[in-house]
């Protein structure tokens, strides 16, 4: 698909692209295929002054053209130094249309030493009559250093959420995402933990819903089943569960949340990410975000919506009950009707789809973690038809429980 500009000028694009330049906390460029820069966010002066002048101007942009070539081959996020021996990551969103994002400058937390002397050689090469022993014209204080796995991350969350975007694009109206409410009558592939959205929009906002109503050990407990399900290395969960952080933020946002406090410690989360040495410190530090998230915004949202955390708290308790919605619309007050229509406008799903994704959710689970029969595992989680388990299960996950589980059988031999 060709990506017009106009993609890139679309408030939502927009939006995801300035929340990945907070999250990065660097400065950041996207550029147009010909290499004119479309928009930036943030700067440094070290930037400023070079591209004052024609000559740094020019080498600046062939440094960059050089990189970009080779990101837009091999459709991953670039680490370049520029010549002035500051570091940068570029990525390119789409393969047509010669766009990409750059990162940066930074420098590296592992490379800080001799900084200064890089950049008096990157001015040489501008000025060869300038006296090496002259103070430089601009100051680096403001070119942060990082870890450079952390910037990687974030650019590769960036093109996971572009990339994700331009499939609902339509170029006459701008940008338009599908109706959240719909779901294909036959999923295409299965869903064991390739995928690090913990279903699709429709399971984020469940989810999201869940942490305004104070139920964040709920969200901890998808990410964990997310890295469970997954076949990845190390390095390939840490960029997993930094962007799937960054989506329940963005839902949570979505749904009306505060989330000026969780997006200021996600940032710190991502500069972290690439010293946490195995998936338990993984858990360990987003369960922090999420927790003072939910703290923020739960006293809130349930002034405003006052029956919705008895709703919440009785789908994830009581999830295996019959005739749930009448009992919580009893204990609640209130109409069945008015429950449903309250969870239709901020999950986009009906009481019993939230309600059929909470139990697979958790069928899931027990798929994983024991070797009971599938048919007793619908029990379990409320659905005695065998033959109705497997309808809703294939609904939700794309396959049915036998392969799910034998899937992550043959992932866990191999």
Not at 19 to 46: F, R, T
Not at 185 to 195: L, Q, R
Not at 308 to 327: F, G, N, Q, T
């Amino acid at each position: 698909m060709k990506v017009s500009p106009a993609f890139f000028q679309d408030e939502e694009t927009r939006r995801l692209l300035e929340m990945a330049a907070s999250a990065a906390a660097l400065p950041m460029c996207l550029h147009s295929g010909d290499g004119l820069k479309i928009s930036g966010w943030g700067g440094c002066e070290a930037c400023t002054w070079v591209n004052s002048h024609g000559t740094g101007k020019k080498a600046c942009r062939k440094c960059r053209s050089d990189a970009a070539r080779l990101t837009l081959l091999e459709q991953v996020p670039v680490t370049f130094v520029c010549h002035m021996g500051f570091t940068c990551v570029i990525a390119a969103p789409f393969r047509q249309g010669g766009y990409t994002v750059v990162f940066g400058p930074f420098i590296p937390a592992d490379a800080a030493q001799g900084v200064e002397f890089a950049v008096r050689q990157g001015l040489l090469s501008l000025d060869t009559s300038r006296p090496t022993a002259q103070p430089l014209p601009f100051s680096i204080k403001d070119v942060r250093v990082v870890p450079q796995g952390s910037v990687s991350a974030a650019a590769d969350w960036l093109l996971y959420g572009l990339r994700s975007r331009v499939e609902a694009w339509v170029e006459k109206e701008a940008f338009e995402t599908p109706s959240i409410s719909e779901l294909p009558e036959e999923p295409v592939a299965p869903n064991t933990g390739n995928d690090t959205r913990p279903d699709n929009d429709v399971g984020l906002r469940i989810l999201g819903l869940s942490l305004l109503c104070g139920h964040p050990g709920e969200v901890r407990s998808c990410l964990a089943d997310m890295l469970a399900e997954s076949n990845a290395t190390l390095p390939a969960m840490q960029s997993q569960m930094t962007r799937a952080l960054s989506e329940m933020l963005d839902t949570v946002q979505r749904l009306g949340g505060d989330t000026t406090g969780a997006w200021k410690a996600y940032s710190r989360f991502v500069e972290k990410a690439p010293s946490l040495e195995s998936p338990e410190m993984l858990l360990r530090a987003a369960d922090r975000i999420l927790r003072g998230l939910s703290r923020d915004c739960a006293p809130f949202f349930n002034t405003r919506h006052t029956y919705m955390p008895l709703v919440m708290a009785s789908l994830h308790r009581d999830y295996a009950s019959d005739k749930l919605l009448s009992r919580i619309a009893r204990e609640a007050g209130v109409a069945p009707s008015s429950i449903t229509r309250a969870l239709e406008k901020m999950t986009g799903a009906s009481f019993s789809e939230v309600l059929g994704r909470i139990r697979i959710h958790r069928a899931c689970r027990l798929l994983r973690t024991t070797s009971m029969p599938t048919a007793g595992i619908g029990v379990l989680v409320g659905i005695s038809d065998q033959s109705n388990f497997c309808k809703v299960f294939r609904r939700y996950r794309g396959c049915s429980p036998g392969i799910y589980r034998e899937q992550l059988e043959k992932r866990g031999r191999g």
